[in-house]
Every structure is written in C-alpha cells, then in structure tokens.
C-alpha cells in the first residue's frame, strides 16, 4: 500500500503561471482534502471532497480549484499563482475514522 | 468558530523524561481528536487517534486522553528518546461540517542525548 501520494515533491513558478497538483490514495477513501502549511498559521483546509462527485470549501479555498476525478485522485489548481500561494501542500485522505496525509509539495512562487 | 491551541509552542527535555503535550479546543461537540507527528520536511503521520465517545487511546509509550468537558486532550510520552524530537500536532474534527477538521499550531519537541 502507498497510502497517499502527490506530485511532484517541488516546484518553482513564476507570478502569473499556472499548475495542478496532483494526489492519489489507494485505501478506498471516501474523503480527501487538501491543506497549505504555513509557518506560524498551521494547516489550513483549502477545499475537501467528501465523497466521490463533490467538492466543498475549507477555509482559505481563493486562488485554487479542485477536481475530484474518481474516488481515489484529488488535484488541486493554482490558474494564476501568486506569492503568497508560496506553501507547502499536503493532501489527505481519510475514511469514517483517521486522516492519512502525503508527503506533501513544497511550491515556490517568485 | 472552533479553535484549537497547543501549548507549550516548543520543549526541551532531557532523553528519558516523561512529558505531556497539551492540546485545548474551544467547541466540545467535537467528532474525533486525533494527533499527528511531523518531522522536519516531511507529511503527518497520525499517532493516536480519539473518538467522541472515548476518553483515552494507547500505543507503546504513548498515551492519549480526551475530555471534552473542559475542551482538553493531553500526549503523554514516556521515557522519551532523541528519536521522538519532532512537531506534534493535535486536530479536532467537528460535528457539524464534520469534514473541516481544525488543526492546532503544534508543540515542537526536542529530547536531547
């Protein structure tokens, strides 16, 4: 079992360009997430999946769009990243219980 | 609004000290506490996980206990070794919105040799 993965690990990007971030689990979860962690402020929910076909906002969801492609991929879109959007982030996924997090993607936005 | 704190923010004990982690939330009607560990430049990795209904959960030297009534949950480490020195993060799941779990700031621990 890889648990939850994400793509890719890094990634610098220039004000204005746009990328997705991708994630996957394999432990047949309903939910996943996906938080930014920031020093002094902690993970913070962007936007979350609460099953298959649904999408909902976390609390700093501006700036991204999500797309919950089948029940095990969740990707998160920067259309135009700005600084401030400079984070790491982690996806998540979890069942009726336990959260499982990725390894997470540290983005550099110049 | 839930709010979760964690205190103290960081902690230096000496390798073989028994310690606890403190975590308060400001909501009781809380689904789930569960604690995570984090290691430098890594992910999460969930430790100790506490339902509703529950007011303690065990694993080797750790111990979790829950009391919603005061709004607290403690990490207790025994014996704690160098390899324990990480970030632990504690996070309350909701309820209502049950999906919008609130994560603490996290208490950064270091057991020296």
């Known amino acids: 079992n890889a648990g939850v993965t994400q793509t890719p690990k890094f990634q610098v990007l220039k004000t204005g360009q746009s990328m997705t971030l991708q994630c996957a689990q394999d432990m047949n979860h309903n939910s996943m997430y996906w938080y930014r962690q920031d020093p002094g402020m902690g993970l913070r929910l962007i936007y979350y999946s609460a099953s298959e076909g649904t999408t909902d906002k976390g609390e700093v969801p501006n700036g991204y769009n999500v797309s919950r492609l089948n029940k095990r991929e969740f990707s998160l879109r920067l259309e135009s990243a700005a600084p401030s959007q400079t984070s790491v982030y982690f996806c998540?996924?979890?069942?009726?219980?336990?959260?499982?997090f990725g390894p997470g993607t540290r983005l550099t936005v110049t | 609004k839930q709010e979760v704190t964690q205190i103290p923010a960081a902690l230096s004990v000496p390798e073989g000290e028994n310690l606890v982690l403190n975590c308060s939330f400001t909501d009781s009607a809380i689904y789930n506490l569960q604690w995570f560990r984090q290691d430098p430049g890594k992910g999460l990795t969930s430790l100790l996980l506490i339902q509703s209904s529950q007011r303690e959960q065990t694993s080797g030297r750790l111990n979790a206990s829950l009391d919603k009534s005061s709004g607290r949950s403690t990490l207790y480490i025994a014996a704690s070794q160098p390899g324990d020195s990480a970030t632990y993060l504690c996070a309350a799941r909701p309820w209502a919105g049950g999906f919008k779990t609130i994560f603490g700031a996290g208490t950064r621990l270091f057991v020296k040799a």
């Open positions: 998540a996924s979890s069942g009726r219980y336990e959260q499982y």
